[in-house]
Structure formats: C-alpha cells, structure tokens
C-alpha cells in the first residue's frame, strides 16, 4: 500500500470518526432539546388554570366548594392559606401512596401546618382506626363524599386532586396528579409554594 492510499484511507477514516462524532452529539443535544420540551409542557401543564381536558372538572368542585363553603370551613378551621388534597380510601392505593410520599417530601420544605388532607373514609371505627395509621404524619380531616365533591372521569373512576384555600377562603390551584407523574406534582408544589410566598401575612 503506497503513501497515497495511506493518506487516504487515514482522511476517510478521520471522517468517519468525525461523522461518529457529530451524530452522537446531535443526540445528545435532541436529548437536551427534549426534556427541556418535556419540562415546558409540564410548566404550562400546571399553570394556575390547570389543563384544558381537566377544565370540565374545576367546575362542579368550585360549585360544590361554594355551596357549602362555611360548614366546610368550620370543620377545616380558621388556617391562612393551605394546600389540600382531597382524596377516597376506594381510589387507588398504589396512586394515593405516591401522592403521600411527595406531600411528606413537601410538608418538610413548607410546613405541616400548610397542608390538610381531606380523606374520605367510612365513619366508622375501623375507618378511624385505619386513618390514624396512615395518616399519622399528616394534618387531615375526615370528610364523606356527599360534603365536598370528589369528581370522576366518564368512567365513573374517583378522580383524587389538589387544590389551594388562600386566606380569603377561595378555592384556587385545582390539580389532579398522574399515576408515575411525580415530576408534574413537584412543579405544581413548585407553584403552591410561590403562591404561599406571595401571599404570606
């Protein structure tokens, strides 16, 4: 093989090595370019209107939260603003868990006296029992489903969700978490936190 061919095939080489080089940086870059779209959607996705499929939802939990608005408040109590999370015992355990595990994360960084669970259990004392066991970290109030609505999808599937009552008593922030989505209640607690921040006494 002559010093030609050589040369050669050392620049085709190098060019191949380069072209190697350049693709698996464009991945890298689409990788980048794709989770900071991933991270906007979920920023808007969580906006304080909350998402357009979801909107059909808000409705009939503001409605319900108005009509009957002061018993609610003199069982929840007088508190400044408090994120609540408003959930049934017959939901999916697994789903309930992870929304557990993000509130616990979350009550360290804000406060326990800043968020309220609203379960719904049977008023019984095996519901009592059974919520004292779950719920022992946690600042909740029992409170059946005929009280303050808890919405389901078509299907007729309880849907559990988040909501924010600021000092004035409105109900504002409605979200709904997603099963493996943990990323998305993070940023919506991002957002309850600003709010609470702006809103401080």
């Not at 939990?61 to 018993?71: A, F, G, V």
């Amino acid at each position: 093989m002559n010093l030609k061919t050589k040369t050669v095939y050392f620049f085709l080489g190098l060019s191949i090595f380069g072209f190697l080089l350049f693709g698996i940086w464009k991945n890298i870059e689409l990788m980048k370019f794709r989770n900071k779209i991933t991270v906007i959607e979920a920023e808007l996705l969580v906006s304080e209107y909350q998402w357009i499929e979801y909107l059909k939802y808000y409705s009939p939990i503001y409605t319900n939260y108005l009509n009957n608005k002061d018993s609610l408040q003199e069982t929840i109590g007088n508190k400044t603003s408090v994120l609540i999370y408003r959930y049934s015992k017959f939901m999916c355990e697994s789903c309930i868990q992870e929304d557990l595990q993000e509130i616990e994360q979350f009550q360290t960084e804000i406060g326990r006296e800043k968020i309220l669970l609203l379960p719904a259990y049977p008023d019984s004392r095996e519901g009592k029992i059974e919520l004292a066991n779950v719920l022992a970290k946690f600042n909740y109030v029992n409170i059946q489903r005929e009280s303050f609505i808890i919405p389901s999808h078509p299907n007729d599937v309880l849907q559990r969700y988040f909501a924010v009552i600021d000092k004035d008593g409105n109900l504002t922030m409605v979200f709904f978490p997603r099963r493996g989505e943990t990323n998305l209640t993070r940023i919506y607690f991002s957002e309850v936190r600003k709010f609470f921040e702006d809103n401080a006494d």
